[in-house]
């Protein structure tokens, strides 16, 4: 079982220079998510995608853009990044329970360094 | 908008003790909440997760109690182990939403 796959898993980056971050899920859920995660400060939500060819932003959104490439693929870019990128990505992907709500599975997340 | 606070930030703790992880919330409208643990270098595996219907659920030394109405969840382990030394988040679900709490670091010594 692969669920949520994301890559690549470290990266060093200079400041300005862009990358995508790729992620990818096999359970054919429907929304997927972009989190950073950096100490102290929990896990914030950058964009998500409630269905294929929708974003939405999240709290922290400034400096990032998404693509839903379809209903697998979401990735995550940065065009010109900066040190204050610097942080663990993490990828997810959400299904519906048959309780109401969603429960969110996570892929093994992306460390970047921005320097 | 919906917080989620984890405390203690940090525990220590010796082989074999039960101990309780804390969480809370401030609106209690939500859909379920999901305990999560996360070693270091890793993503987050879930544990747990109490639908707002239930009380609790319980997974082999785990149980995890919920009391929708007072914002407030607990996770009890019981008879630590050191593999049990990681970080515990606790995440509330309002439809779209998760919120998650920074987690309570554990450290079990043997």
């Known amino acids: 079982n692969a669920g949520v796959t994301q890559t690549p898993k470290f990266q060093v980056l200079k400041t300005g220079q862009s990358m995508t971050l790729q992620c990818a899920q096999d359970m054919n859920h429907n929304s997927m998510y972009w989190y950073r995660q950096d100490p102290g400060m929990g896990l914030r939500l950058i964009y998500y995608?409630?269905?294929?060819?929708?974003?939405d932003k999240g709290e922290v959104p400034n400096g990032y853009n998404v693509s839903r490439l379809n209903k697998r693929e979401f990735s995550l870019r940065l065009e010109s990044a900066a040190p204050s990128q610097t942080s663990v990505y993490f990828c997810?992907?959400?299904?519906?329970?048959?309780?109401?709500?969603?429960?969110?599975?996570f892929g093994e997340g992306s460390w970047l360094t921005v320097v | 908008k919906q917080e989620v606070t984890q405390i203690p930030a940090a525990l220590s703790v010796p082989e074999g003790e039960n101990l309780v992880l804390n969480c809370s919330f401030t609106?209690?409208?939500?859909?379920?909440l999901q305990w999560f643990r996360q070693d270091p270098g890793k993503g987050l595996t879930s544990l747990l997760l109490?639908?707002?219907?239930?009380r609790e659920q319980t997974s082999g030394r785990l149980n995890a109690s919920l009391d929708k109405s007072s914002g407030r969840s607990t996770l009890y382990i019981a008879a630590s182990q050191p593999g049990d030394s990681a970080t515990y988040l606790c995440a509330v679900n309002t439809g779209n939403q998760f919120y998650f709490g920074t987690g309570t670091s554990l450290t079990v010594i043997p």
């Open positions: 995608s409630a269905s294929e060819g929708t974003t």
């Open positions: 109490i639908q707002s219907s239930q």
């Open positions: 997810a992907s959400t299904v519906v329970l048959g309780g109401g709500g969603n429960t969110i599975y």
């Open positions: 609106d209690s409208a939500i859909y379920n």
